[in-house]
């Protein structure tokens, strides 16, 4: 029972630098969610998607951006790298909506821009 | 937009002792609010939600309260042990017409002492 899968766990990237954070969900869930948590902090939302092909802005989606090509996998692309983007990534997905069911989280990346 | 306030930020109580950790949103609209627990360099996992059609919601030593009038819910646990020591955070939904976004709280550290 995988859940959900995020790859790499940990990086580090100089500035500029460009990068994907993979994450995929066996669940069969319509929703996924990008949410970066930074130390000492909650999570803050990126991005987020409610299928295949449709994806939404969240709370802080500077420097990111998003693709749903297929219902697994919800990649996260960082155009050109910065320190203030040094955190901890965290994919979540669930159903329809969060009251029919909770947010699986992942076990995150740890992305480190020096 | 809806925003949610956690307090307190660190909480330390004896084991055996109840702990109290409230939180505040602002947005009446909110239907769903998760609480989930964070232990070191893991993922947050859900320990208890509740809807706003409940006012309390009870799972052995875990309990969570909801206002809906004055905006603000609270996490009660009972007889902590020292596995409960971890970082807790709730978080508000809107449910299906907001696309089930969380907006989650600053978090509360809670240690308890043997």
């Known amino acids: 029972n995988a859940g959900v899968t995020q790859t790499p766990k940990f990086r580090i990237l100089k500035i500029g630098q460009s990068m994907t954070l993979q994450c995929a969900q066996d669940?069969?869930?319509?929703?996924m969610y990008w949410y970066r948590q930074d130390p000492g902090m909650g999570l803050k939302l990126i991005y987020y998607s409610v299928g295949a092909g449709i994806t939404d802005k969240g709370e802080v989606p500077n420097g990111y951006n998003v693709s749903r090509s297929t219902t697994e996998d919800f990649p996260l692309r960082l155009e050109l790298a910065a320190p203030s983007q040094t955190s901890v990534y965290f994919c979540?997905?669930?159903?329809?909506?969060?009251?029919?069911?909770?947010?699986?989280f992942g076990d995150g990346t740890r992305l480190s821009i020096l | 937009g809806e925003n949610v306030e956690q307090h307190p930020s660190t909480l330390s109580v004896q084991e055996g002792d109840s702990a109290v950790i409230k939180c505040t949103y602002s947005d009446s609209a909110s239907n769903y609010f998760p609480w989930y627990k964070q232990e070191l360099g893991k993922r947050p996992q859900l320990i208890i939600d509740?809807?706003?059609?409940?006012g309390e919601k009870k799972d052995q030593r875990i309990a969570v309260t909801l206002n809906k009038t004055a905006k603000h819910f609270s996490l009660h646990i009972t007889e902590t042990q020292p596995e409960d020591s971890a970082v807790y955070f709730c978080?508000?939904?809107?449910?299906?017409?907001?696309?089930?976004?969380?907006?989650f709280g600053q978090g509360t550290t809670l240690q308890v002492k043997p």
């Open positions: 979540a997905s669930s159903y329809l909506d969060s009251t029919l069911g909770p947010q699986h």
């Open positions: 509740i809807r706003s059609n409940v």
């Open positions: 978080a508000a939904s809107k449910g299906v017409s907001n696309t089930g976004k969380l907006i």
């Open positions: 669940m069969n869930h319509n929703y």
